[in-house]
């Protein structure tokens, strides 16, 4: 891309969403700092390393930090004062299932009290619907300069992000004032995608909507194919069907293992219990929420009768452990509840991931990590896929035949063809096939 913007900028959060923008935005000829209070991570960024996996992305963070458009600190007095427009990108976690947002008030008290001229701060972050006035409020007792607060909530999935950013279905500038407005769209030049300008509230709840009616798409899905297997209907023959209707759309109607992620989980959590907090009780997301943690359940019952039965003292083989391919990010993935489950009922797993192994073995304790596929189905009376990574995909079954101490396939993302792999002599079940 060579638009050239030339604003100053600064992004707070070196997370999945502040890297991104920062790397995009700097890409497209602004200048850029990054703040973030971890140290670590900032040693790492400047060693041009990027602490995560994502495609694409440590190259372009490289690119523009030689190119010197891309600045990284732990210090908001070095980067606040100079900036026109600042980002707020740290996480809102999910605390006790409600909206953690002490770091939104961290990093927003820290801008305001290194404001040295006006300037527009964007709220990336998924926050609570109408949070804005209490965050002005707040940061008012920090400066006497004048600030605009805006909310551009953030789309990006992992595995997908520099695309998605560039390319992103839609813009969503949540703001009551026009200037501002202006400034962003100015700024948002080079990034494709509709525009929307709404209030700051509709931006956020926009947001969440989002971030439950997919969730809503698969956990339908799931229960679809409960249905396909009691019925024998193929679940896939079911949602290509379903998905031919344009009101409805091909898109997240996957059956399988459930969502699981950074997002998913604690947004539908999050609107639930704000939902709550205003007196409405939000009766589809709760059935969302149940049928994806049912999910794991189901998959666990189908091992076990694969198995005859008995899941205690069988070697598990789990194919795949990040929340989904393409990234290593491992919050809420359904390998997690997966894995612990089977260790309970007393399995050996013994599990691979191309990029995720790292991240997986701060949460995971007792199993076997191997990079290699083969190495983990080494003995295994049971392959569990449970990330669709493209190099699962593309298995050797004949190989995978010859590592394996019983041929048992159990596919929680339905990936395999279930006649080729009886021909081959396994026994196969997916979901919903
Ligand atoms: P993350 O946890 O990966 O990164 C947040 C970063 O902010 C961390 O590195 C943390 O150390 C840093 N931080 C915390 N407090 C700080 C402070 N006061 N100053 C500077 N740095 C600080 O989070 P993420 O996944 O990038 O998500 C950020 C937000 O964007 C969340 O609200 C999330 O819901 C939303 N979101 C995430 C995604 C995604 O796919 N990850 C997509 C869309 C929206």
Redesign the pocket.
């Known amino acids: 891309m060579c638009y050239i913007v030339g604003m100053n900028l600064a992004v ?7 890297l991104v923008t920062a790397a995009v935005f700097a890409d497209l000829g602004n200048q850029l700092w990054v ?4 140290k670590e ?1 900032i040693k790492k960024l400047k060693q041009g390393k990027v602490p995560f996996y994502e495609p694409g992305l440590e190259e372009l963070l490289l690119k523009n930090f030689e190119q010197k458009r891309l600045k990284f600190t732990q210090s908001y007095s070095r980067a606040i004062p100079s900036s026109e427009v600042i980002f707020v ?4 976690p999910n605390k006790k299932g409600k909206v953690d947002l002490s ?1 939104v008030y ?2 927003t008290k ?1 801008i305001a009290g290194n404001l040295k001229k006006p300037a527009i701060v964007v709220i ?3 926050v609570p619907p109408g949070i804005n006035l209490k965050i002005e409020k707040w940061m008012k007792r920090f400066t006497k300069l004048e600030f605009e607060l805006v909310s551009v909530p ?5 595995g997908k992000a520099l695309p998605d950013t560039f390319s992103p279905y839609r813009v969503v500038i949540g703001t009551g004032n026009k200037v501002a407005a202006e400034k962003l769209l100015r700024l948002h030049q080079g990034i494709e995608g509709e525009r929307l300008i709404c209030s700051s509230a509709s931006a956020q709840l926009i947001k969440y909507a989002s971030n439950a009616f997919l969730p809503t798409k698969i956990s339908f899905a799931n229960s679809i194919a409960v249905l396909a297997d009691k019925f024998g209907a193929n679940v896939d023959e079911v949602m290509k069907g379903l998905g031919m209707d344009a009101r409805i759309g091909p898109d997240f109607l996957g059956a399988g293992l459930g969502y699981g992620g ?2 998913f989980p604690k947004d539908v959590a999050a609107l639930i219990s704000l939902s709550r907090k205003v007196g409405h009780n939000f009766r589809i997301l709760k059935a969302v929420e149940k049928t994806n943690q049912a999910q794991i359940n189901y998959f666990l019952k189908k091992i076990s009768r694969l198995c005859g039965g008995e899941i205690k003292n069988k070697t598990l083989a789990v194919l795949g452990l990040a929340f989904k391919p393409g990234t290593s990010d491992m919050r809420e993935a359904c390998s997690l509840y997966l894995i612990k489950a089977l260790q309970k009922l007393g399995a050996k797993v013994r599990a691979s991931d191309p990029v995720a192994i790292e991240e997986a073995k701060k949460e995971l304790k007792g199993i076997g990590f191997f990079a290699d596929p083969y190495q983990a189905l080494k003995g295994a009376d049971a392959l569990l896929l449970v990330t669709e990574w493209e190099e699962y995909r593309n298995l050797d079954f004949k190989k995978v035949r010859e590592a394996m101490r019983t041929p048992i396939v159990v596919d929680g993302r339905n990936i395999y063809n279930k006649e080729k792999l009886e021909e081959l002599g396994f026994a196969y079940e997916g979901i919903g096939k």
């Open positions: 707070i959060g070196a997370g999945y969403v502040g703040v973030e209070t971890d991570k990108c740290v996480g809102t770091f961290g990093a820290s990336k972050s998924t953030e789309f990006l999935r992992e950074s997002c």
